[in-house]
């Protein structure tokens, strides 16, 4: 093997290399974003023998997925853990990383060897954290380091089945030549853990930071890298909501929901009401509508909450960070052409309560309702459900699975709802029927 060290120039946020130094990145745009690092090449010299082989010959993995022992979080990665699988655990510092994937080394240990690589914490508070969590401590390994060529080394003599590296921007290789967390070790490192990882069977898990912008610090390449990207995101006070946004082995719909007790992070069960307050009114307060969401194979019924005001700059503003702003910009334009509410100067802000994060597009009847609510200051019925998406003409289209979000609207105690259009409903609902946005406001009075 012969070596050839090059210098380049590397973009911090997406990866993009280059033999000179740039201002601005060509590939995603961004400023002074350019490092400069050392990238070694080695060159395999002499002849190496590779072979294909037949489909039918490679041998019949048995036993696919195992559980993680979290059920929360073998729901979002599609089932279960993955043999030989790697996973990047992403979201910002202190949200609970560290402590679920203690507590999955946890769940794991009876049946498999896990071998927890701490880069942040000492081996003393790992020890006093999975204390704390009332975990046993006699059967998670520790290895604190960040040195690339230790960890390999443990990798190949211990043979552990699950690897957690904690974290990924700390993780470093000796002869780079850039430090810990640049794109060039996290790639590296990533790259070189995932290939042992796969070729000895083992399941890697990887924690990466999040920066403010929610993407992990560094290149979209360490995405690409790993089959499965599992983001935490904070809902409100105490909720983490997890989610895949990339999964070689199933669906990235499926969200788990967690809260943070003393005890670590504890699965919620039964989220179907999870995200509502029960109220005794018979009427909502003006600016609330309840709306069916469904991901993956659950549904939740969520509270969208609007608030409209006199813009105090003359022109409109739409405040909502749960709800896409340019979603809820284009609701308040179609309610204004075609339902004759004239929200142009008026602030809006829109919430979630519970702070779910809505991308549904069958909650934009419901924002149409609670802003409607709102500006005319007269409640909705608070039996009363809503669900559809709104085109640009006006209309009220139907969504997909209706008959779960009904379903499911039914067992919270709902008595009616607003929905374009009824087929065999067989939960007693009394569905509100309006193909046009104006028919819909109008069930407002
Ligand atoms: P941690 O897992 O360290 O976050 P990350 O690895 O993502 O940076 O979680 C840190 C927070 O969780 C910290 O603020 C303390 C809190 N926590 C609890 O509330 N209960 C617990 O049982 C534990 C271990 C942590
Ligand atoms: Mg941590």
Redesign the pocket.
């Known amino acids: 093997m012969s070596k050839e060290v090059t210098t380049g120039f590397v973009c911090s946020e997406c990866g993009y290399t280059s033999t000179k130094w740039l201002g601005r990145c060509p590939q995603c745009g961004m400023w002074n974003t350019f490092t400069e690092e050392k990238a070694i090449r080695t060159h395999k010299t002499g002849t190496e023998v590779a072979r294909s082989s037949v489909l039918s010959a490679v041998p019949y993995e048995a036993e696919f997925r195992f559980e993680s022992g979290i059920s929360e979080l073998d729901r979002v990665l599609g089932g279960g853990i993955v043999h030989a699988s790697s996973v990047l655990v992403g ?10 994937m ?1 507590q999955v080394a946890a769940g794991c240990s009876a049946r498999r060897k896990v071998l927890y690589i701490s880069g ?1 914490e000492s081996s003393s508070q790992v020890r006093q ?1 999975a204390e ?2 009332g975990l046993d401590l006699n059967r998670i390994n520790i290895l604190c380091e960040t040195k690339l060529e230790p960890i390999l080394y443990v990798l190949d003599t211990e043979k552990p089945q699950i690897v957690i590296a ?2 990924l921007q700390t993780l470093e290789k000796d002869d780079i030549g850039s430090s810990a967390g640049s794109v060039t070790q996290m790639r590296t490192c990533c790259m070189e853990i995932t290939s042992h990882a796969k070729a000895n069977g083992t399941s890697v898990f990887f ?1 990466g ?1 999040v920066t403010k912008e929610g993407v992990i610090a560094g290149p979209k390449i360490i995405e690409h890298m790993v089959d499965t990207v599992i983001y ?1 995101e904070q809902a409100s006070m105490g909720v983490r909501l997890v989610r895949a946004v990339k999964n070689r082995f199933g669906s990235v719909d499926e969200i788990g929901i967690f809260l ?6 504890e699965g919620v069960a039964d989220p179907a009401s999870f995200f509502i307050s029960k109220r005794e009114e018979t009427t909502l307060p003006p600016g609330i509508a309840f709306t069916a969401i469904v991901e993956g194979t659950r549904t939740f019924i969520v509270e969208i909450q609007a608030l409209v005001t006199d813009g105090k700059s003359g022109i409109g503003r739409v405040y909502s960070d749960k709800i896409d702003s340019s979603r809820v910009l284009r609701v308040a334009a179609i309610l204004e052409r075609h339902a004759g509410i004239l929200l142009a100067n008026k602030d809006i802000y829109i919430n979630v309560a519970g702070g779910m994060k809505v991308n549904d597009v069958s909650a934009e009847l419901a924002i149409a309702l609670a802003l409607k609510s709102a500006y005319s200051d007269k409640g909705i019925d608070s039996k009363t459900v809503s669900f559809g998406e709104l085109s640009l003409a006006g209309e009220v289209r139907p969504v997909g699975f209706a008959d779960r979000r009904m379903k499911a609207a039914a067992e919270m105690g709902f008595t009616s709802a607003i929905i374009p259009e009824s087929r065999n409903n067989e939960t007693g609902i009394k569905p509100k029927i309006c193909g046009r946005i104006r028919d819909a406001v109008n069930y407002i009075s």
């Open positions: 979201g910002e510092p202190g949200i609970g990383k560290s402590t679920l203690l942040e954290r704390r969590l904690d974290s924690i930071h935490f943070m007790t003393s005890h670590g992070l």
